[in-house]
C-alpha cells in the first residue's frame, strides 16, 4: 500500500497558492493544509489562521494534524529559524521539512555571508566589498575605484527593496548614507558594494537535500513595475519558462559545473545541511553565468510558471529529498512554454488602494488564477495586496502562452487594476533572432 502523507504548507502568496495546487494534484496526498493562506489555497486544501512567524503555534499544528511533509514558502521564516524549531524538537524530528535550517538560510539572509561564500568556492560572481555602519567614508572612497553604475545593496531582508542599482556617483552616495541611517533597520547596518554587471537575467532552481538535487525549469523574471524594464523595483510583475535564447543547453551546462555543483558542495563542506529548494539569481554575461544573489526558496512570481511545466509528482519529490532518495532522473518537465502575468493594483510597489471587488469571468478563462493578495470580505472576493493575482498559463508556443495570459486577464475585473503588457516580449524577438 503506498504511503498517504500529511501536508502543511507555509505562507500566503501567489507562490504558495501555485503550490498548495500542484501537490494537491498528488497521489500521495492524504490531507493537505496552508497557514495562514489565501481564498486561493482554500480552493485546494484547508487554511489554518496561523501567521508564518508564530513559530510555537505551527509546531502545535504539525503535532495536532501529525504532519508528515512541511513546505516553507516565504524566506523570513527560514532565516528565522523554523526549520531548526521544527527539527530540533524531539517529537517532530521526523517531519520532512522542506526549507534550510537558519545556517543554510543565510545564503539569502546575509548578501555578506553569501558573497564571501562565492568568493570562497570560486562561484563567479561581481567584484564586492563589504562596509558596517562605521565605515560610511571607506563605503563612499569604494565607489571612486568603480564604474557606474553602481550596486548597492542592504545585507539583510528587506521585503525585495533592498537593492538599489545607482546610476551616478552623487544618487550611490546618498543611497548609502540613507541605508546606513537606517532606511531599513538592521538590514542595512552592514552593506555590500559591488560592480554592476552587464547581460541578460535568467533564474534557475533546484530541489536538494544537501548532496542530491534535481534542476527545475529556469525563468525570466520582470521586475520593473513599468514596460520596458522601467520604474521601480517590485516583487516581480511577470515571468517566461523557459527563457528561450538565454538558458541555452551550453549555459546551462555551465551554470550547473561553475554554480550549483560547487554550491552544493560548499554547503557540505561548511557541514550545513540544506534540504529545500535554491533558488540562483544569474547574469548570463556573453554567455557565462555570474550570480547576483541566492534565495533559500522559490522564487514569485517565477513558481506559478515553473510548475505548469512540471509534470512529475511534486509531492513525491519533496518526499524523496526529505528522504535522501533524490535523483537527477527523477523530474520530467514539459516541453511546453509558459507564462505568469501579475495583475496588481494601481499605485503598487508605493501606495495603493485595496478592498476592490474583483470579478472573474471563470467559463472564459484558459488560463490557471492564483491569488497572491486577496480576501474575502462580506462573502466577495477583493482585493488585498499590491499583487493581486498572477495570471499563468501554457502553450506550444511562448507566444501561445503569453496570448492566453493577455485574454484571461480581459475576464477579470477590478478597480484600479495594473499590469504590464510586454512581459515575454524581449524573449520573442531574442529567440526569433537566434533560431
Avoid at 13 to 31: C, D, F, M, P, V
Wanted: proline share 3%; glycine share 8%; hydrophobic share 40%.
Amino acid at each position: 500500500m503506498v504511503k498517504q502523507y500529511n501536508v502543511l504548507v507555509i505562507g500566503s502568496g501567489a507562490r504558495e497558492h501555485a503550490l498548495t495546487w500542484k501537490i494537491s494534484q498528488s497521489k500521495l496526498l492524504n490531507q493537505l493544509y496552508i497557514t495562514p493562506g489565501n481564498p486561493g489555497t482554500a480552493l485546494c486544501g484547508t487554511n489554518l489562521n496561523i501567521p508564518a512567524s508564530d513559530f510555537e503555534n505551527i509546531k502545535k499544528i504539525i503535532w495536532e494534524k501529525a504532519i508528515d511533509v512541511v513546505v516553507v514558502g516565504p524566506e523570513e521564516p527560514l532565516v528565522n529559524g523554523l526549520a531548526d524549531a521544527i527539527l530540533d524538537d524531539k517529537v517532530l524530528s521526523d517531519v520532512i521539512v522542506i526549507g534550510p535550517r537558519r545556517a543554510g538560510a543565510m545564503l539569502e539572509g546575509s548578501k555578506a555571508f553569501a558573497k564571501a561564500f562565492m568568493q570562497k568556492y570560486n562561484i563567479p560572481t561581481a567584484r564586492y566589498q563589504r562596509f558596517e555602519k562605521s565605515q560610511e567614508k571607506e563605503a563612499i572612497a569604494f565607489i571612486d575605484t568603480m564604474r557606474s553604475p553602481y550596486v548597492i545593496k542592504a545585507d539583510g531582508l528587506a521585503a525585495g527593496k533592498g537593492v538599489v542599482i545607482a546610476e551616478t556617483k552623487d544618487e550611490a552616495i546618498s543611497t548609502i548614507q540613507e541605508m546606513f541611517s537606517g532606511k531599513f533597520g538592521i538590514a542595512s547596518e552592514t552593506l555590500v558594494i559591488e560592480e554592476f554587471l552587464k547581460g541578460i537575467e535568467v533564474s534557475y532552481f533546484v530541489l536538494c537535500n544537501g548532496e542530491q538535487y534535481v534542476l527545475l525549469p529556469e525563468a525570466k523574471d520582470y521586475k520593473r513595475i513599468g514596460e520596458n524594464d522601467t520604474g521601480l523595483n517590485t516583487g516581480g510583475m511577470g515571468t517566461v519558462s523557459p527563457a528561450l535564447g538565454v538558458a541555452t543547453e551550453e549555459f546551462t551546462q555551465k551554470v550547473v559545473e561553475r554554480i550549483i555543483e560547487p554550491t552544493l558542495k560548499g554547503l557540505k563542506n561548511e557541514g550545513i545541511s540544506y534540504c529545500g529548494f535554491i533558488f540562483f539569481g544569474l547574469m548570463n554575461v556573453d554567455g557565462d553565468p555570474y550570480v547576483i544573489e541566492y534565495n533559500c526558496r522559490l522564487g514569485d512570481p517565477e513558481t506559478e510558471s515553473i510548475l505548469l511545466r512540471i509534470e512529475s509528482d511534486l509531492l513525491e519529490l519533496l518526499v524523496k529529498a526529505g528522504q535522501r532518495e533524490l535523483s537527477t532522473s527523477d523530474i520530467i518537465i514539459s516541453k511546453e512554454c509558459a507564462a505568469t502575468v501579475i495583475l496588481a493594483s494601481k499605485g503598487y510597489p508605493e501606495s495603493f488602494e485595496k478592498g476592490f471587488e474583483i470579478r472573474i469571468d471563470a467559463e472564459k478563462l484558459e488560463s490557471h488564477i492564483f491569488h497572491a493578495g486577496t480576501s474575502i470580505k462580506d462573502g466577495k472576493l477583493v482585493t488585498n495586496g499590491g499583487r493581486v493575482l498572477a495570471v499563468s498559463s501554457t502553450g506550444s508556443s511562448l507566444e501561445e502562452a503569453l496570448q492566453k495570459s493577455y485574454q484571461s486577464i480581459g475576464h477579470i475585473h477590478f478597480e484600479n487594476k495594473y499590469y504590464r503588457r510586454d512581459i515575454g516580449q524581449d524573449i520573442l524577438k531574442r529567440s526569433k533572432q537566434l533560431f
